[in-house]
């Protein structure tokens, strides 16, 4: 396993849900802090939820008590639970790797070093 890869997206209707994976090599997972970012159409790539470095979980505030990031450290995987998705869902959703995250700059994507090829989330009616 080398990086990060993200499976798990498609398509869905308004209030449906997905599960997102993110499989990371072993050196990965263990040294360095996961979490998952999307980029919508036209708009920069934005931070989603991730564990920092303390192991605490930080969502962004428009996804809380939605979507919720878990990890498995026995498969190496972080996955992002998404209910009631709504049409400004949509976009491609990417995982990735910082060597340490804090609550203060979570969400600036030039803190992460590595980034799987992205997944596309598509809700639609």
């Known amino acids: 396993q080398v990086g990060l890869a993200e499976s798990g997206g498609g398509s869905v209707q308004p209030g449906g849900s997905l599960r997102l994976s993110c499989a990371a090599s072993?050196?990965?997972?263990?040294?360095?802090?996961m979490g998952w970012f999307r980029q919508r159409p036209g708009k920069e790539r934005e931070g989603i939820a991730v564990f920092d470095t303390d192991g605490e979980i930080v969502y962004k505030e428009s996804v809380k008590g939605r979507f919720t990031i878990s990890k498995d450290n026995a498969k190496n995987t972080v996955y992002l639970q998404m209910n009631s998705l709504k049409p400004e869902d949509t976009a491609m959703y990417y995982c990735?790797?910082?060597?340490?995250?804090?609550?203060?700059?979570?969400?600036?994507?030039?803190?992460?070093?590595?980034w799987g090829q992205g997944t596309q989330v598509t809700v639609s009616s």
């Open positions: 072993g050196t990965i997972f263990r040294a360095y802090c």
């Open positions: 990735a790797a910082a060597p340490w995250v804090h609550r203060s700059s979570w969400y600036r994507v030039s803190e992460y070093n590595y």
